[in-house]
């Protein structure tokens, strides 16, 4: 099955820097790269994703790369703020027949934004 | 327009008790995923539901079993429960075979003493 590794386990950045986290997947067939920010007690939530026909996507601070040889991917946030502090998970899933996707998941990244 | 829910919030029980989890998907959702996340670790995978059958299988002992009613909500039921088994259960909807992202309840923390 497929497995994801994550890095590092845990970011401390000032404010204003840059954060990049980075994963790597084993299941070449994995087309399906969301990425899901935590916040201590809540639920995890959908930030950006990815498909495996394009290697880059933005949305404001936060964009994703893919890079399909190497099997890895990464998040990065530009101009982080004190409310970007959360845990950050990746994960991968194939595509199934069915469309219905069964995510497996990063051991995840605690991001600490320092003012 | 409701998202997704779960209940209870909280439970406490003991080893070999047997506990039942339920879950509401989002309004319009036909799949219902759960997973269980450890503390200080990413989710996995345990089940997937639609058309009120179990469609994918993570790598989750028998003890795990689910349910799927005709309104698409789900239940997930812990046989012979284990110290291990303690975590923070998440389900996640997605509306149909087309559109795969899958947004997560908040989730119910099983504590086994």
């Known amino acids: 099955g497929e497995n994801v590794e994550q890095h590092p386990s845990t970011l401390s950045v000032q404010e204003g820097d840059s954060a990049v986290i980075k994963c790597t997947y084993s299941?070449?067939?994995?087309?399906?790269f969301p990425w899901y920010k935590q916040e201590l007690g809540k639920r995890p939530q959908l930030i950006i994703d990815i498909r495996s026909n394009v290697g880059e996507k933005k949305d404001q601070r936060i964009a994703v790369t893919l890079n399909k040889t190497a099997k890895h991917f990464s998040l990065h946030i530009t101009e982080t703020q004190p409310e970007d502090s959360a845990v950050y998970f990746c994960a991968a899933s194939p595509n199934m027949d069915t469309g219905r996707r069964a995510l497996t998941f990063g051991s995840g990244t605690r991001l600490q934004v320092q003012p | 327009d409701a998202g997704v829910t779960q209940s209870p919030t909280h439970l406490i029980k003991t080893r070999g008790q047997q506990v039942t989890l339920r879950c509401s998907p989002k309004s319009g959702h036909d799949t219902v995923s759960w997973y269980q996340q450890a503390l200080g670790q990413g989710p996995q995978f345990i089940f997937q539901y639609y058309e009120e059958e179990e469609r994918q299988r993570g790598n989750f002992p028998d003890r795990f079993s689910g349910h799927q009613f005709p309104n698409y909500s789900s239940e997930l039921n812990v046989n012979a429960l284990l110290l291990g088994d303690s975590a923070l259960y998440l389900c996640?909807?997605?509306?149909?075979?087309?559109?795969?992202?899958?947004?997560f309840g908040p989730g119910t923390r099983l504590t086994v003493l």
């Open positions: 299941d070449s067939a994995s087309n399906y």
């Open positions: 996640a909807s997605n509306p149909d075979r087309v559109t795969d992202t899958q947004y």
